[in-house]
């Protein structure tokens, strides 16, 4: 009998690698200043609406740019609009350590958010465009330990060197993480399927397959908006014990964003995305026990679980969903999805915890996002039904 491996179309690519090599870079900044900036935000003499204002202004510059990133990318080639967005994630960072004022972190993030938008919805695209067809869901995955193997490393790694070093450092770091990402940019494609017909952002959002993993999807990132910012906070005392609670939830996102893509080329992804909402659910609840720092642990654990999965299970539905052209359009519905929530998420927390404390704004939090399970209800049964072929 042959080996049906044999037979599977081959997955890494040289271009491939650029465009993972880039979007590293602009992870590994994105990740380590992601909970350090609003801790700076407090310690210039911001409050915690601050804090969630800067995580709300990088995240909302974000969604802008990842808007127009479609046209962008039809106008001027991958290989430009990647490094631009690269350049203007770094670059900004460099301005922080001269500038101890809340408003000027908010500007900073805000001009970082532009250069993210760029960055991860060109990562996706990219990798929906160069990998087959029948290893997408495998490729989303590898893209998903690319941006989160980062998230591992330096998002509590972030919180620990400000213990430890201070400020200045850290931001000098996060600038140029960014910048060397443009080592790889050579690599990456000028133009993607430039003849095909375009399938614009607004037909999407019209699009009940796209919406119902959107909006699904954006419930549970809304909640990482207040885990990356407010744990920090919620913690208190020492850095390390909030390090560690985001360690935990970097290390199970990254493995099951990973296991989800290998598991949805074999199953279909649409399945996971019940059960993946009700762990990151559960997380978040699990929280009003924050000051216990075991039940901190499983929550963060319970959550990344459920977030890694989702994060995949979601891109990967809606990538099934549309021909070639429609790819971009995908690639910035989602991340509208995702960043779009998880700003929202830290400024409203922002304001809601100075009048209930964080164990009530948790437990809102997390009914909330239980809201979602109707729209997941309802995409799981439209996924039950055979799907359209690929035209590719």
């Given at each position: 009998?042959?080996?049906?491996?044999?037979?599977?179309?081959?997955?890494?690519?040289?271009?491939?690698?650029?465009?993972?090599?880039?979007?590293?870079?602009?992870?590994?900044?994105?990740?380590?200043?992601?909970?350090?900036?609003?801790?700076?935000?407090?310690?210039?003499?911001?409050?915690?609406?601050?804090?969630?204002?800067?995580?709300?202004?990088?995240?909302?510059?974000?969604?802008?740019?990842?808007?127009?990133?479609?046209?962008?990318?039809?106008?001027?080639?991958?290989?430009?609009?990647?490094?631009?967005?690269?350049?203007?994630?770094?670059?900004?960072?460099?301005?922080?350590?001269?500038?101890?004022?809340?408003?000027?972190?908010?500007?900073?993030?805000?001009?970082?958010?532009?250069?993210?938008?760029?960055?991860?919805?060109?990562?996706?695209?990219?990798?929906?465009?160069?990998?087959?067809?029948?290893?997408?869901?495998?490729?989303?995955?590898?893209?998903?330990?690319?941006?989160?193997?980062?998230?591992?490393?330096?998002?509590?790694?972030?919180?620990?060197?400000?213990?430890?070093?201070?400020?200045?450092?850290?931001?000098?770091?996060?600038?140029?993480?960014?910048?060397?990402?443009?080592?790889?940019?050579?690599?990456?494609?000028?133009?993607?399927?430039?003849d095909a017909p375009r399938v614009g952002i607004r037909r999407g959002l019209r699009m009940p397959e796209?919406?119902?993993?959107?909006?699904?999807?954006?419930?549970?990132?809304?909640?990482?908006?207040?885990?990356?910012?407010?744990?920090?906070?919620?913690?208190?005392?020492?850095?390390?014990?909030?390090?560690?609670?985001?360690?935990?939830?970097?290390?199970?996102?990254?493995?099951?964003?990973?296991?989800?893509?290998?598991?949805?080329?074999?199953?279909?992804?649409?399945?996971?995305?019940?059960?993946?909402?009700?762990?990151?659910?559960?997380?978040?609840?699990?929280?009003?026990?924050?000051?216990?720092?075991?039940?901190?642990?499983?929550?963060?654990?319970?959550?990344?679980?459920?977030?890694?999965?989702?994060?995949?299970?979601?891109?990967?539905?809606?990538?099934?969903?549309?021909?070639?052209?429609?790819?971009?359009?995908?690639?910035?519905?989602?991340?509208?999805?995702?960043?779009?929530?998880?700003?929202?998420?830290?400024?409203?927390?922002?304001?809601?915890?100075?009048?209930?404390?964080?164990?009530?704004?948790?437990?809102?939090?997390?009914?909330?996002?239980?809201?979602?399970?109707?729209?997941?209800?309802?995409?799981?049964?439209?996924?039950?039904?055979?799907?359209?072929?690929?035209?590719?």
């Amino acid at each position: 009998m042959a080996d049906p491996q044999a037979t599977r179309p081959r997955l890494l690519t040289p271009t491939l690698f650029a465009v993972f090599g880039a979007t590293s870079g602009g992870m590994v900044s994105f990740f380590l200043l992601l909970s350090v900036a609003p801790l700076y935000a407090t310690a210039t003499g911001g409050g915690e609406s601050a804090a969630g204002a800067v995580t709300g202004a990088l995240l909302l510059a974000t969604v802008a740019a990842e808007l127009v990133t479609p046209r962008l990318l039809v106008r001027f080639g991958a290989r430009l609009v990647f490094a631009v967005g690269l350049v203007l994630l770094g670059a900004p960072a460099f301005a922080l350590p001269v500038a101890a004022d809340p408003a000027v972190v908010i500007a900073v993030s805000a001009l970082r958010g532009i250069g993210f938008g760029f960055v991860v919805v060109l990562g996706s695209t990219l990798v929906a465009q160069l990998v087959p067809a029948e290893r997408r869901g495998e490729g989303l995955g590898l893209l998903g330990l690319v941006m989160s193997v980062p998230g591992v490393l330096f998002l509590p790694f972030g919180v620990f060197l400000v213990d430890l070093i201070g400020y200045p450092v850290v931001f000098v770091a996060g600038a140029v993480a960014s910048l060397l990402g443009l080592a790889a940019a050579p690599g990456l494609p000028g133009r993607v399927s430039p003849d095909a017909p375009r399938v614009g952002i607004r037909r999407g959002l019209r699009m009940p397959e796209m919406r119902r993993p959107a909006v699904v999807f954006a419930a549970t990132a809304m909640a990482a908006g207040v885990v990356v910012t407010f744990i920090p906070l919620a913690v208190g005392g020492s850095g390390r014990l909030a390090a560690l609670a985001l360690l935990v939830q970097a290390v199970t996102l990254a493995a099951t964003r990973w296991w989800a893509g290998w598991y949805g080329d074999r199953h279909g992804p649409a399945r996971l995305m019940l059960p993946a909402l009700l762990a990151t659910a559960g997380g978040i609840l699990l929280l009003v026990l924050v000051d216990q720092p075991v039940a901190l642990l499983l929550a963060m654990a319970l959550f990344g679980g459920g977030f890694g999965a989702i994060q995949n299970a979601s891109l990967a539905s809606m990538f099934r969903r549309v021909p070639p052209a429609g790819y971009a359009m995908v690639g910035a519905v989602w991340n509208l999805a995702y960043d779009a929530a998880m700003g929202l998420g830290a400024i409203v927390f922002g304001l809601l915890v100075v009048y209930t404390g964080y164990s009530w704004g948790f437990l809102l939090t997390g009914a909330l996002m239980l809201l979602a399970l109707a729209p997941a209800w309802w995409d799981r049964r439209a996924a039950s039904r055979p799907p359209a072929a690929d035209p590719s």
